[in-house]
């Protein structure tokens, strides 16, 4: 899996910087001509888009858009009929979501998917699971590796949940949290894993304006703070267009828009598809 | 017993005591605080190169004797430490409320001139961009969590650590300086400006000499035997006086450690973690303590019930007597004991408060049954009586004589005396020197003697010679009639029934008293949820005609006892109304501290108080509310006028009973 690394002078080395000054650098993966199938239904027409080091890049769209197959489809969950996915310059091969997390993506749900019996810490603890080597038996009596490893990874868990600001419900069973706090403690989860790539599915649906607002913050700041590159489906106009650097716009499956959120706002296709006219 | 003022080992200052700490407690913590789930800590001497590093630093950007160092943020060891290194270079620390909105931080930080800002966070640092250009002195602002401020022009602002870093760089060139500072430090220069929140216009800067804070820590502390081995946790406001005392006058002075909250929302956890020897809590944190106990009692079993009330029952009739000292037949000592093992021990285990051996309340008057509770588990909470003018102290209640309607005795060195208008004056070495920059306030505060005006009404009991406060001597008035009006004594009455959180009594110069009753949403929520009734808001469940029922209820039974006293039966309420909103700091109806601003209130709801006064049923209202954001928005609502039962005053007592 490191080999992709040395293939990296391959790629399009050419970043931009953004308008408050980040520098966003080369390609990291790369859609190409992708078109998804189920059955008789195309959810996705040979779209292609790129996804840069650094970036923060929304895909939004209508109900029913393709938004979230797109996301399956980054994330590995699902395998295109037709295109190729590359990722850190290297055509990516079908794998399975354990081989997706090694490759350093992680991603939150648009229903949250917690265990929701265990607490907080537990399940942000879930999500150094890649990170953890030792075998069950010094595992099971937390012994020599195994001891060293969950010190390590503890503190690690503890940064993000001192990040995310839920100190006080770090010993709360996920049960009981309101629906706001379950999304941050999705979002602790994935970054717990420390990715490269963060796929975010509607971080901010049925959130209020405070709670999206917080989130929004948080997002900022995890990208500025670790550099991790995001990817997000998000429904509220608003919020997409304060965050993201670059918007891919979806309509039916097809692309019909790509670019900065200016540009994407004022793209006919994009309002029509927003404002609604009729399909012939 | 020596003046410390006389101690040649140069405890004149709080950099004095820092050294003396060091040398004596080298190895003892002086700091804790909670980050990343642990509590990390720091010993004396590990404070001492902590605090002189960040002095050095502050040399280095060039701050002097009598700059103003303004200090925002939570209650974090760094930002205590920035305290006592402001002093070391000679500056003046200014503690700032860190959740005041940024038009009130413009102007704290221009009336004193800050030069430098210390702040603790983004959102501190915002505040502060955002009113920058109207400080004309302002020069730096140092930060400690530097997230999300990475690409912030950083001209002016800088790293806390690495301000630290280059103080050490620094410290061959000028470690000599900073100990020539710290040497000149002056027992009567100032040591600390605190803002009053002030309950009628804008804030005063009390201006405190170290004279001052050390006499009166040393006095305190003293007091209550206070020792190096006590442990506190600092988790009221930082810009508070009582803060100031408790989390470095008293810390230093007696060596003791402060330990610091993981957040303001993990702080009942932490308390528990700690188990704080000396606690400090105003009657609010008491009153939402007990509340969630009771909550909590009534969603348990049977048995446990049962235990409960058998237990504190019998808390009640003898915990009190036992922790005075007072004779208690063997029998209640060993029923006693085993409800100590049984109910508690646990419940104040649970409360973080088993190892409370000196707790205490002040700023507001604390219900009896709520003081009683605390006090029957065995846990020694008396009540003070102090000013942010007086650097605390006025009265205090010394261990044995303890009651929850009286504030004490004076205070080690303090003089109190009651004027012809029943107003309570106090001199002694806390006094403080003056309010900055406004003469005419400091004279008509403070006269040419040293005594100055509390502003509150008292009288000395005759026989204990405790002092008990009625009132504000200013909100005292008269009814039509020429009868007493003391609205606080009233509202303190109304407030020590859970569900209600504030209130408001009106009748100065008027036939009747009417209120504003605030419901406690914790409280009224929970009854809510048990019996079924649905509610979206504060607002809709302040407006249910059983909310109104049950708060009706509550105002009559004060009306009872109000009438039982013949000085203030004038007091009872005719007619009251529940608030659509809550009363809140950010929109100037209470001051930081949730006192209630009464001319704003007055002001700002005329339409309810008419409608209180004209016999209407219902009035119809639309009220501005301030976002914690900042933003503006309406509220709107109709609200129901009840009338209250009224007792006559000369069957008072019968009825009483």
């Given amino acids: 899996m490191t080999g992709g690394m040395q293939m990296n002078a391959m790629t399009d080395q050419g970043g931009y910087v953004t308008e408050d000054g980040r520098k966003i650098g080369g390609v990291m993966m790369e859609m190409k001509n992708i078109t998804l199938r189920f059955g008789g239904v195309v959810a996705i027409k040979d779209i292609s888009f790129d996804i840069r080091e650094g970036e923060i890049r929304a895909i939004i769209g209508p109900n029913g858009a393709g938004k979230s197959s797109m996301l399956n489809v980054i994330s590995g969950f ?8 590359w990722f850190h310059g290297k055509r990516r091969a079908p794998m399975k979501p354990y081989q997706v997390a090694q490759q350093g993506i992680a991603r939150t749900f648009q229903n949250i998917a917690l265990f929701e019996g265990m607490t907080v810490l537990d399940n942000v603890m879930t999500g150094r699971l890649t990170q953890m080597k030792a075998g069950m038996a010094a595992q099971a009596l937390w012994w020599g590796k195994a001891e060293r490893e969950e010190v ?129 | 017993m020596e003046p410390v003022s006389k101690d040649a080992g140069g405890l004149t200052s709080v950099p004095g005591l820092l050294h003396r700490n060091a040398q004596r407690f080298g190895t003892k913590p002086a700091y804790r605080e909670k980050e990343f789930g642990i509590w990390q800590s720091w010993t004396w001497a590990e404070t001492r190169e902590e605090i002189r590093s960040l002095a050095l630093g502050l040399l280095n950007l060039g701050a002097g004797p009598g700059d103003f160092i303004a ?258 037949s063997a029998g209640d000592r060993l029923k006693y004991k085993l409800g100590d093992l049984c109910i508690y021990g646990p419940l104040k285990n649970t409360l973080g408060l088993s190892r409370v051996r000196v707790g205490y309340t002040a700023g507001e008057a604390i219900g009896p049954e709520i003081f009683d509770f605390y006090r029957s588990l065995g846990i020694n909470l008396k009540q003070l009586y102090g000013q942010t003018e007086a650097s605390v102290f006025i009265t205090q209640q010394p261990d044995g004589e303890v009651r929850s309607d009286t504030v004490g005795v004076p205070s080690p060195g303090v003089e109190v005396k009651i004027a012809e208008s029943g107003e309570v004056f106090y001199r002694g070495p806390g006094v403080f020197v003056e309010y900055y920059k406004n003469a005419d306030s400091t004279a008509s505060t403070k006269d040419a003697e040293g005594w100055v005006a509390t502003g509150d009404a008292g009288f000395f009991e005759p026989d204990t010679g405790h002092l008990r406060i009625i009132d504000r001597a200013k909100d005292v008035g008269k009814m039509a009639d020429g009868s007493l009006f003391a609205p606080k004594y009233v509202e303190n009455k109304l ?163």
């Avoid at chain 1, 500025?224 to 304060?242: C, K, P, S």
């Avoid at chain 2, 530097?146 to 620094?170: C, I, N, T, W």
């Avoid at chain 2, 704003?600 to 209202?621: C, P, Q, V, W």
């Fill in chain 2, 71 to 328: 200090i925002i943020g939570s209650n974090r060891p760094h930002l205590y430490w920035s305290m006592v290194a402001s002093q070391m270079v000679g500056a003046i620390p200014v503690p700032v409320y860190q959740d005041s909105a940024a038009e009130e931080m413009a102007y704290v930080l221009d009336h004193c001139g800050a030069r430098f800002v210390i702040a603790e966070d983004q959102e501190q640092v915002d505040k502060v961009i955002d009113v920058q250009e109207g400080l004309t002195n302002f020069e730096h602002m140092i930060y400690l969590d530097p997230r999300g401020m990475r690409k912030y022009d950083h001209s002016r602002l800088h790293d806390f650590a690495h301000v630290q870093e280059q103080g050490r760089a620094a410290r061959d060139e000028l470690s000599p300086e900073l100990d020539r500072r710290i040497a000149g430090i002056g027992y009567d220069d100032t040591c600390v400006m605190l803002y009053t929140s002030g309950t009628t216009g804008k804030p005063k800067g009390v201006v405190l000499s170290n004279r001052n804070i050390i006499e009166t820590s040393k006095n305190s502390s003293e007091f209550d035997h206070l020792g190096p081995g006590e442990e506190v946790l600092a988790y009221l406001p930082m810009a508070w006086v009582g803060d100031f005392i408790f989390s470095i006058g008293q810390a230093y002075w007696s060596g003791f450690c402060v330990n610091c909250p993981e957040s303001a929302e993990t702080m009942m956890t932490d308390l528990r973690e700690i188990g704080p020897t000396y606690y400090f809590a105003p009657p609010r944190v008491f009153e939402g303590q007990l509340t969630t106990v009771m909550i909590r009692m009534e969603d348990a079993g049977k048995l446990k019930r049962w235990l409960f009330k058998t237990f504190m029952e019998h808390a009640r009739k003898v915990g009190p007597m036992i922790l005075d000292g007072k004779p208690v």
């Fill in chain 2, 495 to 657: 407030k020590f029934f859970p569900n209600i959180l504030e209130a408001v009594v009106f009748g100065n110069g008027r036939e009747t008293c009417t209120a504003f009753i605030n419901i406690d949403l914790n409280a009224v929520g929970n009854w809510a949820e048990r019996n079924n009734i649905a509610y979206s808001s504060y607002q809709e469940l302040a407006g249910h005609p059983q909310v109104l029922d049950t708060i009706q209820s509550h105002v009559e039974e004060v009306n009872r006892s109000v009438a039982e006293d013949e000085m203030l039966s004038g007091c009872q309420i005719h007619r009251f109304l529940i608030l659509h909103k809550e009363l809140d700091a950010d929109d100037g109806e209470m001051t930081r501290t949730r006192k209630v601003r009464r001319k704003i209130i007055e002001e700002k709801f005329h339409d309810l108080i008419t409608a209180l006064y004209d016999g209407s049923d219902r009035i119809a209202t639309r009220t501005e509310v301030t976002y914690e954001d900042g933003r503006k928005g309406y509220i709107s609502a109709t609200l129901d006028i009840r009338d209250a039962k009224v007792m006559p005053a000369t069957t008072a007592r019968v009825a009483a009973e």
């Fill in chain 1, 78 to 85: 699902y395998n295109p009929q037709e295109g190729e996915v």
């Fill in chain 1, 152 to 280: 390590e990874n503890r503190e690690f868990v503890e940064k993000i949940i001192d990040f995310l600001e839920i100190q006080n419900i770090r010993k709360t069973p996920v049960a009981r949290l309101p629906y706001g706090l379950k999304k941050r403690v999705e979002l602790a989860r994935a970054l717990a894993a420390e990715p490269k790539l963060l796929l975010l599915d509607e971080p901010m649906a049925g959130m209020n304006v405070e709670e999206k607002e917080d989130m929004s913050r948080f997002i900022l700041d995890v990208n500025d703070e670790f550099g991790t590159t995001i990817a997000l489906i998000e429904h509220d106009m608003g919020v997409v267009m304060d965050l993201s650097d670059r918007v891919v716009v979806m309509d039916y499956g097809k692309k019909i828009g790509d670019g900065p959120p200016d540009e994407v706002r004022n793209n006919q296709d994009v309002i029509d598809a927003y404002l609604g006219v009729a399909h012939e």
